[in-house]
C-alpha cells in the first residue's frame, strides 16, 4: 500500500511540475526552438547548399533547389524561403549554387539568415 501511495505522489507531482518545466524552454531537445520578436536565434540556424531557381524581389523571396537536410530530416527538394534582407539579393542569380544558413521564424516559416556562392 505504501508503494502505491508513492507511486501516486510522484505521479501527480510530475504531473504538476512538467508544463512549468516546459514552459522555462528547458526541455531537452527543444534548445533549436527559441525565437525572440519575430527573429530566429543562432540556435535553430540550419545550413543548405542548393541552385537558385528563382528570385522575387518584390516578396523579398528566393526558391532553390537544395539538397537534404540530415539535421530537419528533410529530402532535396525545391523550396521558396524568405531573405532576413532585400541586400541578400544583390550579386545573386538564376542557376547559380550557394550555401545557404536559415531558420525558422515565429510565423512557421524559414528565412534565409546567410547566403554565399559555392567556389567552383
Given amino acids: 500500500m505504501k508503494r502505491f501511495y508513492l507511486t501516486l505522489i510522484l505521479a501527480c507531482s510530475a504531473a504538476a511540475t512538467l508544463p ?8 531537452p531537445g527543444m534548445d533549436n526552438m527559441r525565437t ?12 543548405g547548399q ?4 528563382s528570385i522575387n524581389p518584390d516578396a523579398n523571396t528566393v526558391n532553390i533547389a537544395m ?3 540530415k539535421a530537419l530530416g528533410w529530402p532535396s527538394m525545391s523550396m521558396n524561403f524568405l531573405l532576413q534582407n532585400t541586400a541578400m539579393l544583390n ?7 550557394v550555401n545557404f544558413n536559415f531558420a525558422k ?3 512557421g516559416g524559414y528565412v534565409i539568415t546567410r547566403i554565399t556562392p559555392v567556389r567552383q
Fill in 36 to 47: 525572440v520578436s519575430g527573429q530566429a536565434t543562432k540556435a535553430q540556424t540550419f545550413m
Fill in 67 to 69: 539538397g537534404p537536410v
Fill in 91 to 97: 550579386g545573386h542569380k538564376t542557376g547559380e549554387v
Fill in 105 to 107: 521564424d515565429t510565423a
Fill in 50 to 53: 542548393g541552385k537558385i531557381n
Fill in 20 to 27: 512549468a518545466y516546459a514552459a522555462t524552454g528547458n526541455v
